[in-house]
């Protein structure tokens, strides 16, 4: 069974850093693309970032490009995301999401999330 | 405002069918058979009901069906229940530079 989960959530303040995880079991995580994908609270999904299964190819959008960076661990079946420059409207759950052997396809199966609250 | 646009809410009576659209333009939906649809129950992660427009993951409910004309994608559920009341999202690829785009998404209401 593919289980994801997400931690490394919290309150942080604006200008701050926070680094999210996604602890991957139940399927062979070196083959597979990763992605975070956000959610504000009431609000529907935004994509954030995705990164292949090797490692070399990384895509993000545009509203975290230049303040987040996606990466992982395949040795130890984890999906991170280190956040910097947060802002008020980086507010969300972040999932994790596993995709296919391409990056291009979307996710099949999602993690239950991890808050991410930026306030002062 | 979302790339691909889906109406706010849709409702239907119990064993009725529903047809939930996603509009895009030609350098997603209408180039891509890369469109996926998600239902989302209140405080739940999203879960796969469809993928490459028609395709259904094993244990999904053959009620449930994808299909795709020029820039708009659809779902539609027949036979509905009440356990399909969920919020749906369409999701798209878009190329290598937007990569991903998803619906605002659409509230189900199962009368």
């Known amino acids: 069974e593919v289980q994801l989960v997400e931690s490394g959530g919290g309150l942080v303040q604006p200008g701050g850093s926070l680094r999210l995880s996604c602890a991957a079991s139940g399927f062979s995580f070196s083959n597979y693309a990763m992605s975070w994908v956000r959610q504000a609270p009431g609000k529907g999904l935004e994509w954030v970032s995705t990164?292949?299964?090797?490692?070399?190819?990384?895509y993000y959008a545009d509203s975290v490009k230049g303040r987040f960076t996606i990466s992982r661990d395949n040795s130890k079946n984890t999906l991170y995301v280190q956040m910097n420059s947060l802002r008020a409207e980086d507010t969300a759950l972040y999932y994790c999401a596993k995709g296919d052997k391409s990056p291009r396809q979307l996710p099949d199966y999602w993690g239950q999330g991890t808050l991410v609250t930026v306030s002062s | 405002q979302s790339a691909l646009t889906q109406p706010a809410s849709v409702s239907g009576s119990p064993g009725q069918s529903i047809t939930i659209s996603c509009t895009g333009t030609?350098?997603?939906?209408?180039?891509?058979?890369?469109v996926s649809w998600y239902q989302q129950h209140p405080g739940k992660a999203p879960k796969l009901m469809i993928y490459?427009?028609?395709q259904r993951p094993s244990g999904v409910s053959n009620r449930f069906s994808g299909s795709k004309s020029a820039n708009t994608a659809s779902l539609t559920i027949s036979g509905l229940q009440a356990e399909d009341e969920a919020d749906y999202y369409c999701?798209?690829?878009?190329?290598?530079?937007?990569?991903?785009?998803f619906g605002g998404g659409t509230k189900l209401t199962v009368l």
């Open positions: 030609s350098s997603d939906v209408g180039s891509y058979d890369l």
């Open positions: 990164i292949s299964s090797s490692g070399a190819g990384i």
């Open positions: 999701c798209s690829y878009a190329g290598s530079s937007t990569f991903w785009v």
């Open positions: 490459e427009v028609s």
